[in-house]
């Protein structure tokens, strides 16, 4: 809520790269780089580490067909940011709650947003839906500590 209020409460792609290079927010120096290259089939972004330590930083790798959608590049960015700040700490269930946080949705509707943009990669074969019945970060119940 605290980068929604800083940096919102439109995230665009200029207003993301404020966020993304502001160190209050983001923990580890991080760039925005287009290259579809070293990601996998259907996957729209990875936060690739520059070194083998996060201090060296990232690049948040984004499918090279989002650098044209203004609107959804933002969206996919900010799910990786939790894995950039929290390492392998963080789950898809925190990465889901901190971007509906951050552009003021609903989980359910942040999720259904970023299975769109999956869904509309060139090559990526459309599901109709990406989770189990019942399988959502509501429901779903909480990290097991071990």
Do not use: Q
Request: glycine share 8%; charged share 25%.
């Amino acid at each position: 809520m605290e980068a929604r209020a800083k940096h919102g409460p439109r995230l665009g792609p200029e207003a993301m790269h404020r966020l993304i290079a502001d160190p209050t927010v983001v923990r580890f120096p991080t760039t925005v780089v287009f290259d579809d290259e070293p990601l996998r089939p259907g996957e729209f972004g990875w936060a690739r580490p520059r070194g083998d330590t996060p201090h060296k930083g990232f690049d948040l790798v984004l499918h090279t067909s989002l650098e044209s959608r203004p609107d959804e590049w933002p969206l996919a960015a900010a799910y990786h940011l939790v894995t950039i700040n929290y390492l392998d700490v963080a789950t898809s269930t925190e990465a889901e709650i901190f971007g509906a946080t951050l552009f003021d949705l609903e989980i359910d509707e942040y999720y259904g947003r970023l299975c769109a943009i999956a869904d509309g990669l060139p090559g990526a074969v459309p599901s109709a839906e990406h989770r189990l019945p019942g399988d959502s970060p509501s429901s779903a119940p909480p990290p097991h500590p071990g």
